[in-house]
């Protein structure tokens, strides 16, 4: 069973930065690639930023981009989320989440969430 374990969450004042971690183990799947996600106080889970599919491209929420990098280790099996220019309406807790697959199946994924991290952006 696939491990993740989340961290880098915390207090930050508006304008600064912080990164995100989600390391996976325990896993046999012969490609994986990472995506964020976070919710906001009273709102739904939202899509941040995502690694692309074969071929694709990686996908930023519109309200992120320019200010977040998505970004990964292939040796730790780690993948990262930079923020940066953080602001209030960042807010949230931050979910990683593993999407793995077989090279006979490339578009079979399972998908495994991060336990979450809170991240609060505030003077």
């Known amino acids: 069973e696939v491990q993740l374990v989340e961290s880098g969450g915390g207090l930050v004042q508006p304008g600064g930065s912080l990164r995100l971690s989600c390391e996976a183990s325990?896993?046999?799947?012969?490609?994986?690639?990472w995506s964020w996600y976070r919710q906001g106080p009273g709102k739904e889970r939202e899509l941040v930023a995502a690694?692309?599919?074969?071929?694709?491209?990686?996908v930023y929420a519109d309200s992120v981009k320019d200010r977040f990098t998505i970004s990964r280790d292939n040796p730790t099996n780690t993948g990262y989320l930079v923020m940066k220019s953080l602001k209030s309406e960042d807010t949230a807790v931050y979910y990683c989440?593993?999407?793995?697959?077989?090279?006979?199946?490339?578009?079979?994924?399972?998908?495994?969430w991060g336990q979450g991290t809170q991240v609060t952006v505030s003077s």
């Open positions: 989440k593993f999407s793995g697959s077989y090279s006979a199946l490339p578009d079979l994924e399972r998908d495994i």
């Open positions: 325990e896993f046999k799947f012969d490609s994986y690639r």
């Open positions: 690694e692309p599919k074969s071929g694709g491209h990686t």
